[in-house]
C-alpha cells in the first residue's frame, strides 16, 4: 500500500495517526539502535509504517480494537538517519493522510579518548604529582574535532566543553583551588549519542600554599668551659 502523499490516493481523512517513539526526542541522536514506535489511530485500524521517503512500508501492524493503539519494535537498525512516518487504514477504507515525521539519528559508535596534555599555572607548565600554590589552573589537550569533552576531578564531573571543530583543541580553567587539597583531573569525549569514551590520562596536583612553621624557641649551647 502505497502513502497518499506520493500517489494522491488520500480519502477522507477524518481522523490523524501520531507517532512517539520511546526514550527520544524528535531530532536528536540515540545509542539506542532496537526502537520501539507507539501511538494511537482509530481502533481497530491498520497501520502502514514508513521509513526515510521510502514509498514501501517498513511495517504493517493492526491498532487495538478498543483503545487504537498500536506498538511497533524496529528490531536492530544500522547506525544513521532515520524518518518515520505513518498512516493508517480504517475497516472501511478511509486512509488517513501521513503523520508528521519523527526524525532522530541512530549513533552506537563510542568516541576515542581525548588527550589531557597540559595544565599551567598561567604560562608556567606544571608536573603531574607535584604541589603548587596555584588558585586556578588551565587544562587543555585534544580531542576528535567538534567532540564534547568531559573534564572530571576524580569521578565527580565537572563541566563540558566543545573541541574545536577544526583541530581538536580544547581548555578548561579548574578555579577555586582549596589549599591543602589534591585534585585528580581526567577527561572523557561524549558523543551526540550520549556515549563515553574510555578516560584521558590523569593529571594530579596538590595545592599548597601554608607556609612552613618556623620554632619560635631557640636553645643556644655554650662552648666556653
Known amino acids: 500500500m502505497a502513502a497518499p502523499a506520493w500517489c ?8 490523524g495517526c501520531s507517532t512517539a517513539l520511546t526514550l527520544a526526542v524528535i531530532g536528536t541522536t540515540t545509542d539506542d539502535n532496537n526502537l520501539t514506535l507507539s501511538g494511537t489511530v482509530e481502533a481497530g485500524a491498520t497501520v502502514y509504517i514508513y521509513d526515510n521517503g521510502s514509498a514501501t512500508e517498513m511495517a504493517v501492524v493492526e491498532a487495538d ?6 506498538v511497533y519494535q524496529t528490531g536492530v537498525l544500522t547506525d544513521g538517519p532515520y524518518s518515520f ?9 478511509n486512509e488517513s493522510a501521513l503523520s508528521d515525521p519523527f526524525d532522530l539519528t541512530v549513533d552506537t559508535t563510542t568516541p576515542a579518548a581525548p588527550v589531557l596534555l597540559a595544565v599551567k599555572n598561567g604560562t608556567t607548565a606544571l608536573t603531574s604529582g607535584t604541589s603548587n600554590q596555584a588558585n586556578s589552573v588551565e587544562l587543555s589537550g585534544t580531542a576528535t574535532a567538534g567532540m564534547t569533552v568531559v573534564i572530571y576531578n576524580g ?8 573541541a574545536d571543530t577544526t583541530d581538536g583543541t580544547w581548555k578548561y580553567t579548574a578555579a577555586g583551588l582549596s589549599d591543602g587539597s589534591t585534585y ?5 569525549a561524549e558523543n551526540s549519542a550520549g556515549t563515553l569514551s574510555a578516560a584521558s ?3 594530579t596536583l596538590t595545592i599548597d600554599r601554608t607556609a612552613p612553621l618556623i620554632s619560635t624557641t631557640t636553645d643556644l649551647t655554650s662552648n666556653s668551659s
Not at 480494537?65 to 498500536?70: F, H, M, R, S
Not at 569521578?155 to 566543553?161: G, M, Y
Not at 585528580?184 to 572523557?188: C, E, F, L, R
Open 201 to 203: 590520562n590523569a593529571f
Open 184 to 188: 585528580t583531573w581526567s577527561a572523557k
Open 65 to 70: 480494537q478498543v483503545t487504537g493503539a498500536w
Open 8 to 15: 494522491g490516493r488520500c480519502c477522507r481523512p477524518r481522523w
Open 85 to 93: 512516518r505513518v498512516m493508517a487504514s480504517d475497516q472501511a477504507g
Open 155 to 162: 569521578a565527580l564531573e565537572l563541566d563540558k566543553v566543545t
